[in-house]
């Protein structure tokens, strides 16, 4: 099991345009969550997805925005690019055996570094 | 608003010497709170978490609720400790939301 991928490694874009980043969850995984890592800071929750709906939200405006496949897989969709959306951004997957989410252990992706120009 | 607090971005300690990794959050309710590590070049990944009591890679961390702490402890630094360490909490009505700390930088110089 290769654990968590993301992809692409790495992306340049510049102010205005829209990405797509990719992430396919560990074996055995259902639910996907992403984040968003700037340059000397923690992770910052974007949003999660479970059973194909965004089922949690952190304080992101809505240029960010989702979706997940039936594979568990999911994509992670900005538009309008900003300076300020350049960071690391890093999917994580867990299981729902707790059914809300809660304390469960998320296993990250090595990550997609954006940066925007 | 709830929040991790970790108050040192770098901790520099000698081989052998103990560690204390500082935790604090700002939550009411109980927390489940977690201690994730990233070493250089690798992904961030699962240290320990509070409900599982665990002693990882000799690290420990005991959650006080009065003080609203989870510090990390372990009694003899090895310089393979040395990495970016994160405290996470995760609250009951916010499902798998991760709040995570600023991050502290260890390093165990020989």
């Known amino acids: 099991d290769a654990g968590v991928t993301q992809s692409p490694t790495h992306l340049i874009k510049t102010r205005g345009q829209q990405v797509t980043l990719r992430c396919s969850p560990k074996s055995g995984h259902d639910t996907v969550s992403w984040y968003q890592q700037a340059l000397g800071q923690g992770p910052q929750f974007i949003f999660q997805y479970y059973e194909e709906e965004e089922r949690q939200r952190g304080n992101f405006p809505d240029r960010f925005s989702g979706h997940q496949y039936p594979n568990y897989s999911s994509e992670l969709n900005v538009n309008a690019l900003l300076l300020g959306d350049s960071a690391l951004y890093l999917c994580?997957?867990?299981?729902?055996?707790?059914?809300?989410?809660?304390?469960?252990?998320?296993?990250f992706g090595p990550g997609t570094r954006l940066l925007v120009l | 608003a709830q929040r991790v607090t970790q108050p040192e971005k770098l901790l520099s300690v000698f081989k052998g010497a103990p560690v204390e990794l500082k935790c604090n959050y700002s939550y009411s309710g109980s927390p489940e709170l977690f201690w994730y590590v990233q070493y250089s070049r690798q992904r961030l990944q699962l240290l320990l978490r509070h409900i599982s009591r665990e002693s990882i890679k000799g690290f420990t961390a005991d959650l006080n609720k009065g003080e609203t702490s989870f510090h990390l402890k372990k009694p003899f630094a090895q310089e393979e400790d040395s990495a970016m360490y994160y405290c996470a909490l995760s609250i009951y009505n916010q499902g798998g939301k991760l709040i995570f700390g600023q991050g502290t930088e260890l390093s165990v110089k020989p």
């Open positions: 994580a997957s867990s299981s729902r055996l707790l059914g809300t989410g809660f304390g469960e252990t998320q296993y």
